[in-house]
C-alpha cells in the first residue's frame, strides 16, 4: 500500500525518532552488558520486579511499567497470543533470534506465526505499509520432521535477514506460498531440509517450486563464528537457481559484535547472478535493547560483467517490548541506487512492529 504526506510530517517524525535515539535508548542502556544476548526465559508466570535494582535488569521494556492503560492493553493483547499459539520459549542463536531471521524461523521447533507491520516513511513524501505473515505448523504424527508452511510473501529462496532495509521490507512480492518443509537430517549444526508447494498471486497463475536447503556451521577459529547456508531451488516461473549466504561473526569487545554477511543468487534460465554485501555492528545495550549499525552494497550481472546497482547506511534500533512475542523497530537510513545514476539519495525512516505467536511445545 502506497501513499503520499507531506514532508514537513516526515521531518518532523524523523526528529522525534532522533529524539528517542539519543535519549530513550540509552536511558537504560548498561555498559557493563555482555556482547551476547541473555538466554531468554519463560516469562508468562514471571511476577513484576518488586525493587528498582530487578527493574534495572528487566528483560523487556515494559516488565516494570506500572501505567494502566499499557499494562491492561498488553495483558489483552496476551490473551490473545496464548488463545492463537500457546506460549513457548523457542531456541537459536541469540541473535538471529531476537530479530527473527529466516535462520530461526527455520530453525524453531514445533509451531509458530510471525506478523510483521512494516511501514516505511521517504523523503519523497511517499508512504509505504504492509502486513507481513509467515506461518510453520508442525504436522502430527511425523516425529516433528514435517511442517506446513504459510506466508503472505514468499522469501523462502533469499529469506530475511536481521535489519532488513526498508525496500526489502516493503518490496512489490505478491505472491503468497502454500509448501510442506521435511527436516532431512537434524544433526546440529548440520540441517538438511526438503520443501515443495506452489506460490500464487491468484488461483489461476500458479508457480509451483522444489527447494533443498543445507545449513552447516564450523567450529569456531580465532574467534570467529561461521556458518553457510545453501539452497538449490527450482520454480516454474523463474526456472533453477542457487542462493548461498556467509555468515561470519567475531564479538569485539564488550558489548559489540561484528558481522559479516554475504549473499548471492544464480538463475539458470538468464542466466546471471545477484549478490549482497552487508556490514553490521551489534551494539547489545541492555537484555532488552540492541543497536545495529550496517552498511551494504548490491550488484548484479545482468549487464553481462558484475555491476554496482545500490549501496547505503542504516541505523536500527530493535526493542523487546514485551516478554518474548512483541518487538519493535525503528531503522533511519539511506540509499544510492543505479536507478537515477547514483544521484539524489533516498531517505527513509522504517517502522515495525513484530508479533510471535507460539504453539507450546509437549
Excluded at 531476537?98 to 519523497?124: C, E, K, N
Excluded at 504424527?141 to 521490507?169: C, F, M, P, Y
Excluded at 543497536?291 to 523487546?320: C, F, H, I, M, P
Amino acid at each position: 500500500m502506497h501513499i503520499h504526506v507531506k514532508r514537513s510530517i516526515i521531518a518532523a517524525l524523523s526528529i522525534c525518532s532522533c529524539a528517542i535515539f539519543t535519549s530513550a535508548v540509552y536511558a537504560q542502556s548498561s555498559p557493563s552488558q555482555s556482547n551476547q544476548l541473555p538466554p531468554t526465559v519463560d516469562t508468562v508466570n514471571k511476577t513484576q520486579p518488586a525493587s528498582i535494582e530487578q527493574c534495572q535488569t528487566k528483560s523487556y521494556l515494559f516488565e516494570c511499567e506500572h501505567d494502566n492503560l499499557i499494562t491492561d492493553t498488553l495483558k489483552h493483547l496476551e490473551g490473545f497470543q496464548i488463545w492463537l499459539g500457546g506460549y513457548v520459549q523457542n531456541t537459536g542463536e541469540g541473535i538471529d533470534t531476537y530479530f527473527g531471521s529466516t535462520d530461526s524461523f527455520d530453525l524453531a521447533q514445533g509451531s509458530r506465526l510471525d506478523i510483521m507491520l512494516p511501514m516505511v516513511l521517504h523523503d519523497s513524501g511517499k508512504v509505504e505499509f504492509q502486513l507481513r505473515t509467515r506461518a510453520k505448523i508442525a504436522l502430527p504424527k511425523t516425529r516433528r520432521s514435517w511442517h506446513l508452511l504459510v506466508s503472505s510473501q514468499d522469501s523462502g529462496i533469499t529469506g530475511t535477514t536481521n535489519n532488513e532495509l526498508a525496500n526489502e521490507l516493503v518490496a512489490e512480492n505478491n505472491q503468497a506460498s502454500l509448501g510442506l518443509q521435511a527436516l532431512i537430517d537434524g544433526t546440529k549444526n548440520n540441517e538438511i531440509s526438503f520443501d515443495f508447494g506452489v506460490k500464487f498471486a491468484n488461483v489461476i497463475n500458479l508457480n509451483p517450486y522444489v527447494r533443498i536447503k543445507k545449513r552447516f556451521e564450523w567450529k569456531p577459529v580465532s574467534g570467529w563464528n561461521n556458518r553457510m547456508i545453501n539452497t538449490l531451488f527450482w520454480e516454474r516461473v523463474d526456472g533453477p537457481g542457487f542462493n548461498t549466504k556467509v555468515v561470519l561473526d567475531k564479538p569485539i569487545s564488550e558489548p559489540y559484535l561484528f558481522r559479516s554477511q554475504t549473499e548471492g543468487t544464480w538463475w539458470q534460465d538468464e542466466p546471471y547472478y545477484d549478490i549482497t554485501q552487508r556490514l553490521l555492528v551489534y551494539q547489545i545495550l541492555n537484555s532488552h535493547r540492541v543497536l545495529t549499525y550496517q552498511t551494504w552494497t548490491r550488484g548484479d550481472s545482468l549487464s553481462g560483467r558484475l555491476k554496482n546497482t545500490a549501496y547505503g547506511v542504516n541505523v536500527n534500533w530493535r526493542e523487546r517490548a514485551y516478554k518474548n512475542w512483541l518487538y519493535f523497530d525503528v531503522q533511519p537510513g539511506v540509499e544510492w541506487s543505479d536507478e537515477n545514476n547514483f544521484g539524489r539519495p533516498d531517505i527513509t525512516l522504517t517502522l515495525m512492529l513484530e508479533m510471535r505467536f507460539f504453539k507450546k511445545r509437549k
